[in-house]
């Protein structure tokens, strides 16, 4: 099955900002990845996900450029009734403001080992409309969306044997999964982001369990690069990552 990050509240809560030109150098010196980390033939992989989470909107109608913050308060919330979303038997992991207005990710269950990949548009957040993704693309799990590359760029994993994946759009309705790369093996890609530099996305690597850190580097959504860390970073776990100008700022947990 997909490993997912361990339990925060186990772990001590790390915080890592990674400059831009550190970052690049160390993309220069990344050694290859092993190809012989441990496999467990015919482990189970059914992890039965949840009903899929509703979406939540403002109550009040948004104006054009979907934000709808009530002047004299805080907005108040009410939880959608999308029929499509709920006959989906999954999760939302990802959403981004973008496309033909916003753009969901995550998985849904459908008897395949680690699930289906599985992506959602919508106007205006109220209704939802699933993405139909064909073939192999359909494999594995979406953790995390932005926008770059082509257009946009969603990623995640899948398994067996465990490894990152990603996808790419042009227009956030119509996605191809990218093909598979030496830097994705043994590891999950749980969170990417647009910076200077074009995307970064941090994960785990995956034996039997998350256990470590894994940072990917690419200029163009398509081609991903590992970056060599030291043993110190290594040890983390990262679980989101944002850009501020140049620089990057990761959070996770790290045991100790």
Known sequence: MLRL???PTRTRMVMLILAASILLAACTSAPPLPTDAPQTPG????????TVTPVVSFS?????DLTAAPADGPPTWSAVDDAELAA???????????????????GTTNGTEGGSAAIWT???????ETVIIEGAAATGRLLSVTAGGPGFVAVGGE??????????SEDGSAWQRV????SFEGAVMTSTTSWAGGLVAVGCVVDLECSGTAIWTSSNGTDWERVSLSAEIGAAYLGDITASGAVLVAVGTSDG
Do not use: H, K, N, Y
Request: net charge negative; hydrophobic share 30%.
């Open 43 to 50: 482990r189970s992989t059914e992890q039965p996900l949840p």
């Open 88 to 106: 989906t038997d999954g999760e939302l992991r990802d959403v981004l403001v973008g496309g033909p207005g916003l753009v969901a990710v995550g």
């Open 179 to 182: 093909a598979d790369q030496e």
């Open 122 to 128: 919508s106007i205006d957040g109220s209704d939802w």
């Open 5 to 7: 990050p361990p339990d």
């Open 60 to 64: 009040a109608p948004p104006s054009e």
């Open 159 to 168: 398994c067996c044997p465990d490894r990152a994946a990603v996808w790419t």
